[in-house]
T-cell receptor, first 113, second 111 residues
Framework: DAGVTQSPTHLIKTRGQQVTLRCSPK?????VSWYQQALGQGPQFIFQ???????QRGNFPDRFSGHQFPNYSSELNVNALLLGDSALYLC????????????FGDGTRLSIL | QKEVEQNSGPLSVPEGAIASLNCTYS??????FFWYRQYSGKSPELIMS????GDKEDGRFTAQLNKASQYVSLLIRDSQPSDSATYLC???????????FGTGTLLAVQP
């Protein structure tokens, strides 16, 4: 039973660049949520995708955008990268967009130079 | 006031003891609560889900929810050094209808 997979594992970018992170949900799950986790903090909700639409959004600027594909996989795009965007980006999947448990992938560690 | 609050710790307990991790939340409409374990440099791993008042047990773990007091706890019996990690409390529902995490409590189990 495949769990949540994310790619790439690590990424180094410079300020102003753009980045795309990818996520495949756990088998049987149809909802993908993205989180940003800074060192020493809990994950911060970015947005959630269900039925290929953004259903909920956290307090993140429009530089953060996403997409969900018909096979439920998802992408997170960040434009005009800032130093403060350096963090661990986590994808979590669940069955349905409600209060079902979310299961996390291993994350992508993004470093901005 | 943070929506989900946890003591950052570290909480240090001897091997074999009971570790008690606590969490409070501000949104009375929150419906569901989750405990995640996160080892250093790794991603969060779901340990327990709790949806109604009372206790829920799973092996060495017991989650407790008291909606009147807006309080959630996680008890770990017979703590092992391998339990040393950061424990994240998360609540779902209420005004935001999003999963909101606390900052986590660092647990250190001393051999």
């Amino acid at each position: 039973d495949a769990g949540v997979t994310q790619s790439p594992t690590h990424l180094i970018k410079t300020r102003g660049q753009q980045v795309t992170l990818r996520c495949s949900p756990k088998s049987g799950h149809d909802t993908v949520s993205w989180y940003q986790q800074a060192l020493g903090q809990g994950p911060q909700f970015i947005f959630q995708y269900y039925e290929e639409e953004e259903r909920q959004r956290g307090n993140f600027p429009d530089r953060f955008s996403g997409h969900q594909f018909p096979n439920y996989s998802s992408e997170l795009n960040v434009n005009a990268l800032l130093l403060g965007d350096s963090a661990l980006y986590l994808c979590a999947s669940s069955l349905g967009a409600g209060n079902q448990p979310q299961h996390f992938g291993d994350g992508t560690r993004l470093s901005i130079l | 006031q943070k929506e989900v609050e946890q003591n950052s710790g570290p909480l240090s307990v001897p091997e074999g003891a009971i570790a008690s991790l606590n969490c409070t939340y501000s949104d009375r409409g929150s419906q569901s609560f989750f405990w995640y374990r996160q080892y250093s440099g790794k991603s969060p791993e779901l340990i327990m889900s709790i949806y109604s008042n009372g206790d829920k047990e799973d092996g060495r773990f017991t989650a407790q929810l008291n909606k009147a007091s807006q309080y959630v706890s996680l008890l770990i019996r017979d703590s092992q050094p391998s339990d040393s990690a950061t424990y994240l409390c998360a609540g779902y529902g209420g005004a935001t209808n999003k999963l909101i995490f606390g900052t986590g409590t660092l647990l250190a189990v001393q051999p």
